[in-house]
């Protein structure tokens, strides 16, 4: 899948019950613009992708749609459209940073963000009853533009509820960093071909990455205003007992 940047199953997961995470059933990823026909055969085949969940802005989705998949639904839920701190996590916004400081300050307050958006919440409340809607054989694609910040807090929230141990959500959420390598070498490059600074490019290149402190703002935010992350999956997320036992059968073996 390699015009699917940041594309992973989270199938095989364990957690810390000794349950696994059915494969070909959770797939994240980032932004699917360029994708050839053999490997939307793929997707819909081999990993039976029935519905594609994009959480980018109305911007991004118009100006880098997703290819169109017969046979998949898509789903559309900006995170970010009522964004309280101007926080963005679009590739063009991260490209117009000019220092590394004021970058690590911008992706802090951007999980911050994730976590007490009203639109924000309200999305991943949607992406959970997309999960729970979903046909129980067939498989979710969720993304945003690199898959990282959007598509890694979606990760980590649907993993807690699976019990998935705190160090495998973590050590799934840097896998980024490899992940996109490649891609975000040509993406400094291409900006440093255009005219950015040197500075520039060492604050795009902080955007690009993930880092544990970020993840972590994001679990001392929940634990600040709502005490623990099953409060917040509950009274924000709503997800009940009941619907948490739905996902653990579902996504569990």
Do not use: W
């Amino acid at each position: 899948m390699h015009t699917i940047t940041n594309f992973r199953d989270l199938g095989g997961m364990q957690n810390k019950h000794g349950q696994q995470l059915l494969k070909h059933r959770l797939l994240r990823s980032g932004e699917l613009s360029k994708l050839s026909p053999a490997q939307s055969r793929q997707l819909v085949q081999r990993y039976q992708v029935e519905k594609i969940i994009d959480f980018r802005s109305a911007d991004e989705v118009r100006q880098r749609p997703d290819i169109s998949i017969a046979g998949t639904r898509h789903v559309h839920i900006d995170l970010l459209a009522e964004a309280q701190h101007k926080a963005q996590a679009s590739i063009t916004a991260f490209s117009q940073l000019d220092s590394t400081a004021r970058t690590q300050e911008y992706m802090l307050a951007l999980y911050r963000e994730l976590a007490l958006s009203p639109a924000a919440q309200a999305g991943y409340r949607r992406f959970f009853q997309e999960l729970l809607a979903n046909h129980a054989q067939k498989s979710v694609l969720f993304h945003c533009a690199a898959g990282k910040d959007r598509t890694g807090i979606a990760a980590m929230l649907i993993l807690e509820i699976l019990e998935v141990p705190r160090a495998l959500i973590y050590q799934d959420y840097l896998k980024t960093n490899s992940m996109r390598s490649g891609e975000n070498a040509r993406l400094i490059a291409k900006a440093a071909a255009t005219g950015a600074s040197p500075a520039q490019q060492a604050a795009f290149r902080v955007a690009l990455q993930v880092d544990k402190q970020y993840l972590q703002r994001f679990y001392t935010t929940v634990e600040q205003h709502y005490d623990t992350m099953a409060s917040y999956l509950q009274s924000v997320i709503l997800i009940d007992p009941a619907s948490q036992q739905q996902l653990q059968r579902r996504y569990l073996q």
